[in-house]
């Protein structure tokens, strides 16, 4: 945030660029450890958004009327005070060829409150939810820890099948590697 959003948002201003809106800086963690910028987009990122959003208890119109009339900054936001994390189901072949229109099993068993399902690359068809996309769902846990929440996205994505449905194993290890050592 301070090595990469605020001296962006500064150099905005400091060129008589007043935004409003999202701002999304796609960012990779390079060999030595550092944030290197991929790109800027004025929209939300996808899948880091659905994590984010499991976690807003206020209205996302009423945050998005704030920002677009300048007011932002005088609304108090609501947060659920959990840790959550997005666990990306795929299809084989992401990101190149993917098969299309697999059927997808689990879907209508209970999530319970600490797991919601994000569609992304699925379709109706018929009554029946297929693939339509390489990134399929993505499974957000919450919980009071990184690991919880995490644990429980992985629960749910274990329940969920399709034919060449896949997704890492590694999700958060680092963020749960620096919550084991405090």
């Not at 098969?99 to 068809?125: C, N, Q, W, Y």
């Not at 018929?126 to 996205?153: M, N």
Request: neutral net charge; contains cysteine.
């Amino acid at each position: 945030m301070r090595e990469i959003m605020l001296p962006t948002v500064r150099g905005l201003a400091a060129d008589g660029i007043y935004y409003r809106g999202f701002l999304y800086a796609g960012l990779m963690i390079d060999a030595a450890g550092q944030p290197r910028v991929i790109e800027f987009n004025c929209r939300l990122g996808d899948p880091e958004t659905q994590p984010i959003l499991f976690r807003l208890r206020s209205d996302l119109v009423d945050v998005c009327l704030s920002a677009f009339d300048g007011t932002l900054g005088d609304t108090a936001l609501e947060w659920d005070s959990r840790a959550t994390v997005g666990v990306v189901m795929a299809s084989r072949g992401y990101p190149d060829a993917y098969d299309k229109g697999k059927p997808i099993a689990g879907l209508d068993s209970p999530a319970g409150p600490d797991v919601k399902v994000f569609h992304a690359g699925t379709r109706m068809e018929g009554d029946k939810i297929v693939t339509d996309g390489g990134r399929v769902l993505c499974i957000v846990g919450a919980g009071a820890t990184v690991r919880a929440a995490r644990d429980a996205a992985y629960r749910r994505a274990r329940s969920i099948t399709w034919d060449g449905a896949f997704y890492r194993n590694d999700i958060a290890h680092r963020a749960i590697v620096r919550e084991d050592s405090r």
